[in-house]
Each structure stands twice: as C-alpha cells, then as structure tokens.
Antibody, heavy 115, light 107 residues
C-alpha cells in the first residue's frame, strides 16, 4: 500500500533552517509528483509547491519562493523540503502528499520556531 | 490565484441528518475540485475527486456535485464518524488553493 513517512518534529531557532523528509513506499516513486502543504490554525491549508520526482523539476507557490526548497533523492524514494530563514510564522505542521488528487498524505511534521 | 470560498465555517447537525457544504470558485475550474475530511491530529483524507467521483473506501453516503463554479459536498445520513473538518481544494491551476474549512459537529 502507498505510504508517505515523514521525519519527526523539529524545534528550530529564528534565522535557522530545517530539512524535512518524506519517504515513499508501496508504489513506483517516479510515477507521481510530490506536493508539500502547510497547515496552521490561523491560515488553514496552504499549498507550497510540488516536485517532479522523475526530473527534479519544481513549481512553487509565489508566497513560498525563497522560503522552501524542494529536492528529491530517487535512490531512496525520498522527497525533501528545506525551510530557510525561519521565523515564528513558519511554525506549522507540514505535509507531503502524492500529487494525484492528494490521495495519500504523510503524517505531518510539526515545525516549531522559537528562541 | 484562484480563491475558494467555503461555507459554512461551522455546522452543527444531528445523526442521520443530511449535511451540505459548499465551495465557490472565483473562476471556472471545471471538475478540478476535491473534498477532504480531517480529524484531530490526523492528515486530511480524500473523499471526492473530479468534483463528483468517490475516492476508494469512502462510504457512499458522501457525494459531490457541481453547478457552474459552485461545488457541494453532501453527506446523506450523518454518522458519528463523520465529525471533523472538511476542506475543498481546487487543482485546476497552480498554486492549488484550499477552502478555509467547515467544522462539522454533532448537535
């Protein structure tokens, strides 16, 4: 069965970076793009962007350009999202999801930015 | 960006009641609309895709419909396990955008 397993919670200081992973299993990794979504209590669900798991090509929501960097390691069927120059506004749960109608989601990674 | 206006923001309903949630798209998105259910502490779960297609394993009491740029999710007979927050998503053009959510509670 399709599974997306995300890395654990992160506590980071303002100005630092974090890198979240999303390991896929149960299907051919390069068959579907991987998207990333941010969820906060105040802003709901926000689409960050997606990565073509075959070519590594990316598409970002303008709002997250410069904030998020999406990469992929095909050898380990893992997608990554790096968040840089963190501020408290980046505190959220981040999800990866399989691009085809987001039928499959990771369990979410809580990122807390605090000094 | 395409705006998705979801209503109501919250809804209280009785067991076995019919529940309807709507999303209004700011422009034509065809059938590129999905509905999700989210329970506390869990990831969103796909219910409906392509505006009207039921996702695998989703009970048949859930259905989706479209009228122009207005989309609806209907729960025909509310069950306890249907309590949660519901979101719509437009997947017509990037950046994909979600509705603000509808919190469904039991009366």
């Amino acid at each position: 069965q399709v599974q997306l397993q995300q890395s654990g919670a992160e506590l980071a200081k303002p100005g630092s970076s974090v890198k979240i992973s999303c390991k896929a299993s149960g299907y051919t990794f390069t068959s579907y793009y991987i998207s990333w979504i941010k969820q906060t209590t105040g802003q709901g669900l926000e689409y960050i962007g997606y990565i073509n798991t075959g070519s590594g090509g990316t598409n970002y929501n303008e709002k997250f350009k410069g904030k998020a960097t999406l990469t992929v390691d095909k050898s380990s069927s893992t997608a990554f999202m790096q968040l840089s120059s963190l501020t408290p506004d980046d505190s959220a749960v981040y999800y990866c999801a399989e691009q085809s109608w987001f039928a499959y989601w990771g369990q979410g990674t809580l990122v807390t930015v605090s000094s | 960006d395409i705006q998705m206006t979801q209503s109501p923001a919250s809804l209280s309903a009785s067991l076995e009641e019919i529940v309807t949630i709507t999303c209004q798209a700011s422009q034509d998105i065809g059938n590129w609309l999905a509905w999700y259910q989210q329970k506390p502490g869990k990831s969103p779960q796909l219910l409906i895709y392509g505006a009207t297609s039921l996702a695998d394993g989703v009970p048949s009491r859930f259905s989706g419909s479209r009228s122009g740029t207005q989309y609806s999710l209907k729960i025909s007979r509310l069950q306890v396990e249907d309590i949660g927050i519901y979101y719509c998503l437009q997947a017509y053009s990037a950046p994909y955008t979600f509705g603000a959510g509808t919190k469904l509670e039991l009366k």
